[in-house]
């Protein structure tokens, strides 16, 4: 069974540019997350979809946006982009339920120069 | 606003010891705990998840325990392994925001040969 994948690995941009990363759900799962990941902040939650609604919300800006398709696969953009959005994003995927196991992808490490 | 504490932030053993990682959170009203460890540059890997109602879990060589009343998890790693050099990082999920995940700032673990 093909765990999370998420694409592009690696991606530099410059100050102002936008961008969009990309996350494949494992199959069946209908739960998509994002997190940010900095060595100064940790590991922060971003929203979560769910059936291509968005779930839940964490408290990041509205340069940060998401959406979720039929097929589950979800897309993440930063708009305007900041040196300080330079991190590691990770996506989780999980079958539905608030109460199940979280499988992470292996993250697209963004530079912002 | 709940908040999650890993003590120690780093540890450093010799093969073959068991150890303990420590987590704590100030809100109990959680709805599970999970465990993961994460490789340099890498994504999360799930180890254990405890629901709120348990009290422990097993998995080979690991063990983690929770006692929700007095917000605090244990991840028992018996008989370490070099393999085992990770950072391992704890996460709740509340009652009023579901599969949103607050981490902690993780245990950075050197299992030496």
């Known amino acids: 069974k093909a765990g999370v994948t998420q694409t592009p690995r690696y991606l530099i941009k410059t100050r102002g540019q936008q961008v969009t990363l990309s996350c494949s759900p494992i199959?069946?799962?209908?739960?998509v997350s994002w997190y940010q990941q900095t060595p100064g902040q940790g590991l922060q939650f971003l929203f979560e979809?769910?059936?291509?609604?968005?779930?839940n919300k964490g408290n990041f800006p509205g340069r940060f946006s998401g959406r979720q398709f039929s097929n589950s696969r979800s897309e993440m953009n930063v708009s305007t982009l900041e040196l300080g959005d330079s991190a590691l994003y990770l996506c989780?995927?999980?079958?539905?339920?608030?109460?199940?196991?979280?499988?992470f992808g292996p993250g697209t490490r963004l530079t912002v120069l | 606003k709940q908040e999650v504490t890993q003590i120690p932030a780093a540890l450093s053993v010799p093969e073959g010891e068991n150890l303990v990682l420590n987590c704590s959170f100030t809100?109990?009203?959680?709805?599970?705990l999970q465990w993961f460890r994460q490789d340099p540059g890498k994504g999360l890997t799930s180890l254990l998840l405890?629901?709120?109602?348990?009290r422990e879990q097993t998995s080979g060589r690991l063990n983690a325990s929770l006692d929700k009343s007095s917000g605090r998890s244990t991840l028992y790693i018996a008989a370490s392994q070099p393999g085992d050099s990770a950072t391992y990082l704890c996460?709740?999920?509340?009652?009023?925001?579901?599969?949103?995940?607050?981490f902690g700032e993780g245990t950075q673990l050197t299992v030496n040969p």
């Open positions: 405890i629901q709120s109602s348990q």
């Open positions: 199959s069946g799962h209908r739960s």
């Open positions: 809100d109990s009203a959680i709805y599970n």
């Open positions: 989780a995927s999980m079958r539905g339920g608030s109460t199940d196991t979280q499988y």
């Open positions: 979809y769910f059936s291509e609604t968005q779930r």
């Open positions: 996460a709740v999920s509340r009652e009023t925001s579901g599969s949103r995940l607050t």
